[in-house]
């Protein structure tokens, strides 16, 4: 080979290089489908590629070899409105009024002037469909066709909130409002058909837009507790209730997938697969694991509020990698907006676009210098940055040990005390050795974030009010039903 030659040939690679840096950062022409599926209480090794082991999920794993699973994953908030209302506003939950899991009589919810995920990509022309879950609202005018959702079906709240009803039988599960639109269209007893169901109406909606841009949110109320399967799977793994109902999950993401491709439309369809927060280990064999993480879902250890995460785009994300690279649901409103080509929300937000570092481009930086655990009514309890955790005092809560209940019967918690404590997360994911002691540096680093973090959203732990937080909305008037 001449000099020459070479010469050609190494600016032809770099051309080449050049062509695929700009593939990787471009929108695409047509503004992309996105697919966002997300678990309740589904912890962080209950599924097959996260180390689940005698869980059998076939089609998630077959969706992480296709696109990119990710090991650093984060919520918002370990609980469930708080966290969903991170999902779909990009915001810290307590910046936007949302605290814990609101129940059927509370009155509050999503405010109407917060910019939802649906909101923004029907503005980019996006058809939007939700079923499942909601638990920002029950109130009829904060239902999710409210908040930029051309459809919705499913339950406004967790499906083991009951409000009180006549013919409500001692020991038996009373009806839930399956809701359509905004209105109730029946009282569900049994929840047996749940993911079928949700499942199904996702299909006929991908298939009813597959000629034009659309969001589907699939919201499974699954595995929260109580468990229920279709006929199908009761029984299927013989490992128990839990296992079957994982099973069906990844049936349901399966027939999801298989549509897609069906429509050949896999290519400009990003798919977001994930949870809300970690398993409710008080149930034992009717919850999930953390696997190597602490505790789970209602604390701010990792295994509360790391999760998995599987992103695929074929040809846009990287094939079959595994992702150490940091990020948060509040990241995935301004990440898609970019990929949409749309404008952020007028109000502030706290996410930021991180499609540059989970989409593996050389050099990129991460946009996020810290993120901010927050729980119950505005505690900032952690603060995480550049692979160290902070957590400020607060007192949390533990099982200390002691085995979860049975068939459904949670075991009782206790409190746990937490101090100033800081941890190592790259050599010590499992939070076991305080080194505060041995790092004054990041000690103080982490608290100057943390101070950040008061003077915007606040910290109830400390009195402080903050000049970012906005209220939820409420509702007064008992006709809005």
Sequence with gaps: MTSRTGLLLVLTLLELLASLSQLLSAPA???????????????????????????????????????????????????????RAAL??????????????????????????ETT?????????????????WHLGRPRSLLPIHHGFDEYLGLPYSNDMWPRHPTAKPGSYPPLPLIEGDQIVRE???????????TERSVDFIERNANRPFFLYLAHP??????????????????????????????????????????GIEEETLMIFTSDNGP??????????????????????????????????????????VSNVPWMTIDILPTVARLVDAPLPLKAIDGRDVWSVISGQPGAKHPQSAYFIYYNQGELQ??????????????????????????????????LPVGLELYDLRTDPG????????????????????????????????????????????IELDSDQ
Aim: proline share 6%.
């Design 117 to 133: 995920l649906a909101e923004l990509l029907r503005g980019r022309g996006h058809a939007t469909g939700m079923f499942g879950k």
């Design 280 to 321: 409710w280990l008080s149930y034992g064999d009717h919850a999930g694991s953390a696997g190597p993480f602490r505790e789970g879902k209602g604390t701010s250890f990792e295994g509360g509020i790391r999760v998995p995460c599987i992103v695929r785009w074929p040809g846009r994300m990287p094939k079959g990698k």
């Design 222 to 263: 699954m595995p929260h507790v109580p468990l229920f399967t279709g006929t199908r799977f009761k029984n299927r793994s013989r490992r128990g209730v839990f296992t079957d109902v994982i099973e069906e999950i990844d049936w349901s993401t399966g027939e999801i997938m298989k549509t897609l491709r069906r429509l």
């Design 188 to 198: 569900l007893e049994d929840q047996s058909d749940m993911t079928r169901m949700l």
């Design 382 to 415: 952690a603060v995480i940055s550049e692979g160290w955790k902070l957590f400020l005092p607060h007192t949390s809560r533990t099982l200390a040990g002691r085995a979860g209940g049975t068939d459904g019967t949670p075991s009782p918690y206790q409190p």
């Design 431 to 474: 939070e076991r050795t305080n080194v505060i002691a041995q790092h004054p540096d990041q000690l103080q680093r982490l608290l100057l974030h943390a101070e950040s973090a008061r003077e915007e959203l606040g910290d109830s732990l400390t009195g402080r009010q903050g000049r970012g937080v906005r209220q939820a909305a409420r």
């Design 29 to 83: 022409s047509r503004p992309p489908n996105v697919v966002l599926i997300f678990c309740d209480d589904l912890g962080w090794a209950d599924i097959g590629c996260y180390g689940a082991g005698r869980i059998r999920t076939p089609n998630i794993d077959r969706l992480a070899k296709q696109g990119t699973r990710f090991t650093s994953f984060y919520v918002a908030q370990a609980v469930c409105s708080a966290s």
């Design 88 to 113: 779909l506003t990009g915001c810290y939950p307590n910046r936007v009024g949302i605290h814990g899991a609101l129940g059927p009589d509370q009155r509050i919810g999503l405010h109407p002037d």
